[in-house]
């Protein structure tokens, strides 16, 4: 990565971007919340540690790891947090809530664990009691468990075992014990015992079916019961999916007087707590049982496991954290509680409340994430009971769709879950909230079922005012909302795929993407079938035009390019993975004649374009002057190509960052408001992300320096979209495996390009590209070499054989450029030798300064069009192999797929052997075209004094022979010359 990148992004103030806020946890961690203090709870995010403050509206953002959190803990008095990932390069993380280096409420990391078993990562994590010990089940096949010494700089476990049976996903530490440990598996239950001398030993009871009525299916989560007076038999509980729990005691049905040896439990009861799995154990103060099911209820039993009150109508989703702030054992009942038959109502107590029962923070599946506030008064378990105060709400499931509204500070995200959340990033509070789902249906006997087409949010999209919102489906549908109250906007010619039912059945595919064009009159939209579909805007409501079909591949931008001063009518465009750039004619388009198409244009001939916008305009150069419009594509090569949206003329082309994949995301920050005074509000960087992890800021104009950018990973997973709020002051960015959506302080003032002050920068961070700085040597021989040649070019411009005086200036003539390029081991097409001319030829234009064309280019230049335009990595052979392998499809009888017709043809079925008909059609069909002629031409040429060919292209040819014996020797034949 460039210099730039090396900024924290743990100081938002200081960093070019800075994590102000994160929405949404992780809901795959059960027991992955807990509460810190009345107010703070701990969580994590993506693959950040999160501790919240609602009484402040506060977040601090724990940074570090580069894959999402699998684990996290607390240490019994909160002093210490522990976070943990699996995958690459995993990390496990110590962190200390009271030290003396810490801001108020910031967390300081205090050891880091490296690659913890075997750089597999860790499933789950528990602190002994002390906080001495840490205790992780490891990701690794066969699964491990260690155990950790943390205060020592050791960074080896002081015990560590390999798990019998099947993995384990949950990890309990008795507290009374530290040397006793529980793990849980779907069908396994396993005590350890362990000793840093003797190490780790482990035993997994089982159940026999003639022993109990039934026998649980899978198991969910385990925990030990305090010793009380009531409780000496060592117990344990394990939640099933069935919503029983089963009790493990030191004692065997077959002798309960004796005690088992330690470390060693037997199954004696299997009690019904749930009618559906329970998801979630946890004591309380020593005292009370608290279960989180499945089916979203939460109950409260003593230890004796009677209940005592039980909340059914919190409606927020399946229960997977439980927690409270208590740190202490609660005092026993002055009399012992007695099981009340009570009737089944939504919440029962029993006649001795609980009044000792502290707040509980549980969280949901659903990412909810609420507050029972005196839960032991028998308050009514609904989410709108005053007493219930939700602290958190989120998303869940997979993310594809985010939009921020133009005039206001909201925005809008939407998933697989059909749930529709709109927030405000200033407050970090939601606003409004919908499921968008279909009726549902009656069948012919009156009952009503479900819809199989359950709605599914894949994109979204604010119109340019903000008077509605627009959102794609993955079953081809698109709906128009009103933004403030999410409800459908007027409909009045029915266009849905089911009558009745609002919206417009546009594809048959899922809608990838809505976009507006400046006016709001027209709407487009872009499907997995490589079509768009067009609406417009006519007596109060969208009115579909038509669909149309021009690419073969994805549609990576469909662009709205702005009318001329004497137009009425935006111009649509549509780039694709195909190549190729379509222009529509909105004018001539109409219900009954579809979607005119009105030019079609390959841009690239070996590279694919992966994402696409609007560059901004230069200045005008003058009243006269009319906008010129360019289009900017990122590509598979990692090149910034930008176009003029007119001609389709290439008009520059530079490195884009190639850390982290393909660019699927490119947005231009408006200016920042404190420039509102200034005399342009043209952008002044460029937001980028990647298609997994990586957002970055470039600062603008693009020329290639990789000193004016900078990365980092902002999401652990892929990125499903990212966009700049309107101020210019924030990015917003969305994680779509783990549905957390990002928001970014831009700092870019960090990464300030040179050409916006004025500075001198040379050439030196383009060689960067070339050679780092310690390869010195390297580095000036290829200067002295492109000098060489650069010298040597106005001498022969001039004439070799003259013996007239030279003139040496610092500057050579454009027709000399492709061969200089060619010398230095760069052998552009044609058509990227024409992209190269037109850059320098046209430099002025783009910058709206000056309209002379330039007919020379310096040094400086030279050096800075060959580090954009050669190739960032040499082809391989594999890359030859590959293309070979198109012209073995060219031959006559063969079919798509590379098989032969002919099945008696041993020869032609080996799809090593290349025939000299499909080599020749290849290169007729694609790319700079080649004649047969020229091709015979050219053969003879360069096998023309070989003694094995003599000038003749033999009829059939291997890959290996075509690559490293034909031209390998022509080319050693060469060097030789």
């Known amino acids: 990565m460039s210099e730039a990148a090396d900024s924290s992004p743990l100081n938002p103030a200081t960093a070019a971007m800075g994590l102000a806020w994160t929405f949404g946890l992780n809901t795959g961690i059960v027991g992955?919340?807990?509460?810190?203090?009345?107010?703070?709870?701990?969580?994590?995010?993506?693959?950040?540690?999160?501790?919240?403050?609602?009484a402040a509206g506060t977040q601090q953002s724990m940074l570090g790891h580069c894959n999402q959190i699998s684990a996290l803990t607390t240490s019994h008095d909160k002093q210490y947090l522990v976070t943990a990932d699996k995958g690459a390069d995993p990390l496990l993380i110590v962190w200390s809530t009271n030290c003396d280096k810490n801001a108020p409420g910031k967390p300081l990391p205090i050891r880091t664990i490296f690659d913890?078993?075997?750089?597999?990562?860790?499933?789950?994590?528990?602190?002994?009691?002390?906080?001495?010990?840490?205790?992780?089940?490891?990701?690794?096949?066969?699964?491990?468990?260690?155990?950790?010494?943390?205060?020592?700089?050791?960074?080896?476990?002081?015990?560590?075992?390999?798990?019998?049976?099947?993995?384990?996903?949950?990890?309990?530490?008795?507290?009374?014990?530290?040397?006793e440990i529980l793990s849980t598996s779907a069908h396994a239950i396993s005590f350890y015992t362990w000793t840093p001398d003797s190490g780790i030993q482990q035993y997994s009871p089982s159940l026999n079916p003639k022993d109990f009525k039934h026998v649980p299916t899978s198991y969910t989560q385990s925990t030990f019961l305090p010793a009380t007076p009531q409780?000496?038999?060592?117990?344990?509980?394990?939640?099933?999916?069935?919503?029983?729990?089963?009790?493990?005691?030191?004692?065997?049905?077959?002798?309960?007087?004796?005690?088992?040896?330690?470390?060693?439990?037997?199954?004696?009861?299997?009690m019904k707590l749930h009618t559906g799995g329970i998801n979630v154990l946890s004591v309380v103060g020593d005292k009370y049982l608290v279960t989180g099911g499945e089916d979203g209820f939460v109950r409260v039993c003593d230890l004796q496991f009677r209940l005592i009150v039980w909340f059914e109508r919190l409606r927020s989703g399946p229960i997977i954290s439980i927690t409270t702030t208590l740190t202490h054992t609660l005092q026993p009942p002055a009399k012992s509680d007695t099981a009340?038959?009570?009737?089944?109502?939504?919440?029962?107590?029993?006649?001795?409340?609980?009044?000792?029962?502290?707040?509980?923070?549980?969280?949901?599946?659903?990412?909810?994430?609420?507050?029972?506030?005196?839960?032991?008064?028998?308050?009514?378990?609904?989410?709108?009971?005053?007493?219930?105060?939700?602290?958190?709400?989120?998303?869940?499931?997979?993310?594809?769709?985010?939009?921020?509204?133009?005039?206001?500070?909201?925005?809008?995200?939407?998933?697989?879950?059909?749930?529709?959340?709109?927030?405000?990033?200033?407050?970090?509070?939601?606003?409004?909230?919908?499921?968008?789902?279909?009726p549902w249906e009656e069948t012919r006997d009156g009952t009503k079922q479900k819809p199989a087409d359950l709605l599914s949010i894949q994109c979204l999209s604010y119109n340019p005012n903000g008077s509605c919102l627009a959102i794609g489906f993955t079953n081809g549908t698109l709906r128009i909302l009103n933004p403030t109250t999410l409800q459908d906007l007027p409909q009045r010619s029915p266009a849905s795929h089911r009558a009745g039912i609002p919206g417009y059945a546009v594809a048959k595919g899922s809608i990838l993407r809505v976009v507006f064009d400046p006016r709001g009159r027209w709407m487009a939209v872009t499907d997995a079938l490589s079509g768009i579909g067009v609406f417009e805007w006519k007596a109060g409501e969208w009115g579909f035009v038509g669909r149309c079909r021009a690419?073969?591949?994805?549609?990576?931008?469909?662009?709205?390019?702005?009318?001329?001063?004497?137009?009425?009518?935006?111009?649509?465009?549509?780039?694709?993975?195909?190549?190729?750039?379509?222009?529509?004619?909105?004018?001539?388009?109409?219900?009954?004649?579809?979607?005119?198409?009105?030019?079609?244009?390959?841009?690239?001939?070996?590279?694919?374009?992966?994402?696409?916008?609007?560059?901004?305009?230069?200045?005008?150069?003058?009243?006269?002057?009319?906008?010129?419009?360019?289009?900017?594509?990122a590509t598979t090569a990692s090149k910034f190509k930008i176009y003029n949206a007119e001609t389709g003329m290439c008009r520059r082309t530079v490195v884009a960052p190639a850390y982290g994949g393909d660019i699927r995301f490119l947005e231009f920050i408006p200016a920042h408001s404190k420039d509102a005074s200034s005399e342009t509000t043209a952008p002044r960087f460029l937001a980028y992300a990647t298609k997994s992890k990586v957002v970055g800021l470039l600062a603008l104009p693009l020329d290639g320096n990789p000193h004016n950018s900078m990365g980092m990973y902002a999401h652990p997973g892929d990125i499903a979209a990212l966009h700049a709020t309107p101020c210019g002051t924030m990015l917003l960015t969305l994680g779509q495996q783990d549905g957390v959506v990002n928001l970014w302080?831009?700092?870019?003032?960090?990464?300030?390009?040179?050409?916006?002050?004025?500075?001198?920068?040379?050439?030196?961070?383009?060689?960067?590209?070339?050679?780092?700085?310690?390869?010195?040597?390297?580095?000036?021989?290829?200067?002295?070499?492109?000098?060489?040649?650069?010298?040597?070019?106005?001498?022969?411009?001039?004439?070799?054989?003259?013996?007239?005086?030279?003139?040496?200036?610092?500057?050579?003539?454009?027709?000399?450029?492709?061969?200089?390029?060619?010398?230095?081991?760069?052998?552009?097409?044609?058509?990227?030798?024409?992209?190269?001319?037109?850059?320098?030829?046209?430099?002025?234009?783009?910058?709206?300064?000056?309209?002379?064309?330039?007919?020379?280019?310096?040094?400086?230049?030279?050096v800075k069009l060959y580090v954009n335009h050669r190739p960032l990595e040499d082809y391989t052979q594999n890359d030859i192999f590959q293309a070979l392998g198109y012209a073995k499809r060219m031959e006559p009888g063969v079919t798509a797929d590379g098989a032969d017709m002919d099945m008696g043809n041993s020869e032609a079925k080996n799809e090593d052997i290349i025939g000299k008909e499909g080599l020749i059609a290849l290169l007729q069909q694609y790319g700079e075209t080649l004649s047969a002629a020229n091709f015979t031409d050219a053969m003879q040429s360069l096998l023309l004094n070989d003694p094995m060919y003599r000038g003749v292209f033999p009829e059939r040819v291997s890959r290996g022979e075509f690559v490293e014996n034909m031209f390998q020797r022509v080319i050693q034949k060469a060097l030789k010359l």
């Open 551 to 633: 690419h073969y591949l994805e549609i990576v931008g469909l662009l709205f390019v702005p009318p001329p001063p004497d137009g009425s009518v935006s111009r649509l465009i549509s780039v694709s993975a195909d190549r190729h750039i379509v222009e529509y004619d909105l004018t001539i388009s109409t219900i009954t004649t579809g979607i005119a198409v009105k030019s079609k244009a390959r841009i690239d001939q070996i590279n694919r374009p992966v994402s696409a916008t609007m560059h901004p305009s230069p200045p005008l150069r003058g009243p006269h002057d009319a906008p010129q419009h360019y289009l900017l594509t």
């Open 32 to 54: 992955g919340i807990h509460a810190l203090t009345d107010n703070m709870i701990f969580y994590a995010s993506a693959h950040t540690g999160v501790i919240y403050d609602d």
């Open 340 to 438: 009340l038959e009570t009737p089944a109502t939504e919440l029962a107590t029993l006649e001795t409340d609980p009044e000792d029962l502290p707040d509980l923070l549980i969280a949901t599946r659903h990412s909810k994430v609420f507050r029972l506030t005196k839960p032991g008064d028998g308050i009514v378990g609904a989410v709108g009971n005053p007493l219930i105060s939700v602290l958190m709400e989120g998303s869940y499931g997979q993310m594809h769709g985010l939009a921020i509204h133009p005039k206001e500070t909201h925005f809008a995200i939407g998933g697989s879950s059909g749930w529709l959340h709109v927030y405000d990033f200033t407050t970090k509070k939601p606003i409004h909230s919908r499921r968008l789902e279909e």
């Open 231 to 270: 409780n000496t038999i060592g117990q344990a509980l394990t939640a099933t999916a069935d919503g029983d729990i089963v009790v493990w005691t030191d004692r065997s049905l077959f002798n309960l007087s004796e005690t088992l040896e330690k470390g060693r439990k037997a199954g004696v009861k299997i």
């Open 116 to 179: 913890p078993h075997g750089g597999c990562g860790v499933t789950a994590v528990a602190f002994t009691f002390d906080a001495q010990y840490l205790v992780t089940l490891g990701d690794d096949s066969p699964q491990t468990i260690a155990v950790w010494d943390w205060t020592t700089e050791e960074d080896n476990p002081v015990a560590t075992a390999v798990v019998e049976g099947e993995k384990q996903t949950s990890l309990m530490v008795n507290p009374a014990d530290p040397f």
């Open 745 to 862: 302080k831009i700092n870019p003032d960090t990464i300030v390009s040179p050409a916006q002050t004025g500075a001198a920068v040379g050439i030196a961070p383009w060689l960067d590209l070339l050679h780092t700085g310690e390869d010195r040597p390297a580095r000036d021989a290829f200067v002295r070499e492109m000098e060489d040649y650069f010298y040597y070019a106005q001498l022969r411009s001039q004439g070799e054989e003259t013996t007239t005086s030279r003139l040496i200036t610092t500057t050579v003539s454009l027709d000399q450029v492709p061969l200089i390029m060619q010398a230095m081991g760069y052998y552009p097409s044609q058509a990227e030798t024409d992209d190269m001319l037109n850059e320098v030829r046209y430099a002025g234009w783009f910058k709206g300064a000056d309209a002379t064309l330039r007919n020379e280019v310096d040094f400086e230049e030279l």
